[in-house]
């Protein structure tokens, strides 16, 4: 065993005592009571920096919760990695659900239970004890790290959101690491290679000047109901495809390679359907359940109004209808070329008597990161070194602003890979994080930096 792996053995009780520590620290971004204990968790992570010796530790103060950015010692002519992490939590209620204190980790079954145990304390410590690995054996890194670790991913990063465009040279970097998440199963290991973005709107359709009697005048006005259903219903047809015109042009199709990675997950249609209570699924044709969940944009309503909602029946042709509709959108496409198509396709469908307003509420582009890029191959390598099997291949139906956000400003790559599980509660009560990860999240780091540190750039 060579002196790194040692350095681990014989000190994870330590590393597990430190994450303790850490987690005992209620920084819950959200309340404002718990301001102090953000300031306090804040410096107790520059503290790590500072005790590796880094020529740049600093505390940031924003306008809400600081940050934390931390530079290692420069490594000339090697890559400049930089890692992002956020040390706020989510509240805790309900409390009562807990079966030991939040703040109080506890260890049972292997497993270690605390507000933040794996969102995302437990998981940003993977990659700060890594570096300590490398220092307290090899003296020094093989490359340049630099680390960004927030306390507002909770409550939408606007403190880091602000600092982002300007500061942008000195977050400079090759790729992003980051673990805040999950693996595809226990001993499944992942990278996630991208996500889906977002296009949000709010329709409102209105109709005559009032609420009318559904007898004396229904069939001679349009029913803006009626209307918001024949629109919602034009947007897509049986098929699962969207009818908006142009709106398949920038999609980036999914590869050969990405299809049979995505095939050969573990993966059960059968527990799928179970699991949600339906009896069969639907989607795009010609594509399976997580290529249509991953991989291919969408069309959801998400809420809708109109009308009589109270108990009984009410017989009126109401004045005003409206829905909250998305659309998850794959790379390349953009969410200003969607709203427009759909408003060209909206004015084709609304019948006459009705006039209607398209607010977009919010939008974000995908990202994907290519299979054979250099940083993807690098993790790849350092995950089966110390989880002893090669990761699978994900992606990520949702949307993750801040990734977004760094691909767009500091235009990198960003390297998803979360040691959580799925079922590590976070945002619930009684959140874990399996030690076991912990221990192989540090070592998969620690082997991250050396697998990185190849790459010529
Ligand atoms: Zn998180």
Known sequence: ???????????????????????????????????????????????????????????IPTAGHPLVFA????????????????????PVDPLDQWTTPPFEPTVRDGKLFARGATDD??????????????????????????????????????GLEEFLKPNSKRLKCNCVVISDGCQFAPGVPAITYGLRGI??????????????????????????????????????????????????????PLSDRERSEL???????????????????????????????WARPTFDVCGLWSGFQGEGAKTVL?????????FRLVPNQKPEQVADGLRKQIAKLCPPGITWELT?????????????????EAAARAIESAFGRRPVFTREGGSIPIVVRFAQVLKTTPLLIG???????????????????????????????????????
């Open 263 to 293: 095939a050969a997950l573990p993966f059960d249609e059968q527990e799928y359907q179970r699991q949600l209570g339906v009896d069969g699924t639907f989607g795009e044709e010609g594509y399976t359940s997580l290529e249509r969940r």
């Open 1 to 59: 065993m060579n002196a790194f792996n040692q350095y681990l053995e014989d000190h994870a009780a330590d590393f597990e005592a430190e994450l303790c520590e850490f987690l005992r620290i209620p920084s819950v971004s959200a309340d404002a009571a718990c301001k102090p204990q953000m300031d306090r968790a804040a410096q107790w992570v520059a503290e790590r920096f500072r005790r590796l010796d880094f020529p740049v530790v600093e505390v």
């Open 419 to 457: 040691w959580g599980q799925d079922d590590d509660n976070a945002h619930s009560p009684n959140e874990k994080f399996s030690l076991a990860d912990f221990h192989r999240g540090i070592k998969a780091s620690a082997k991250l930096w050396e697998e990185l540190s190849k790459i010529k750039m």
């Open 199 to 252: 296009a949000y709107f709010e329709l409102r359709l209105t109709g005559p000047n009032r609420d009318l009697h559904s007898g004396s005048f229904g069939g001679s006005v349009t029913n803006p109901a009626n209307a918001l259903a024949q629109i919602l219903a034009g947007l897509i047809d049986r098929h699962g495809k969207i009818k908006i015109p142009g709106f398949y042009r920038r999609v980036l």
């Open 71 to 90: 530079q290692s010692p420069t490594v000339p002519g090697a890559p400049t990695i930089l890692v992002y992490g956020h040390y706020d939590v989510q």
């Open 360 to 376: 977009d509420l919010h939008g974000a582009p995908g990202v994907v990161v290519a299979l054979d890029s250099p940083y993807v």
């Open 318 to 326: 109401p004045a005003n209808a409206g829905a909250k509709i998305s």
């Open 121 to 158: 304390k437990g998981q940003l410590l993977t990659h700060v004890k890594s570096a300590e690995a490398w220092i307290r054996t090899a003296g020094k890194l093989p490359l340049n790290l630099k680390y960004m670790i927030e306390g507002e991913e909770e409550i939408g990063s606007a």
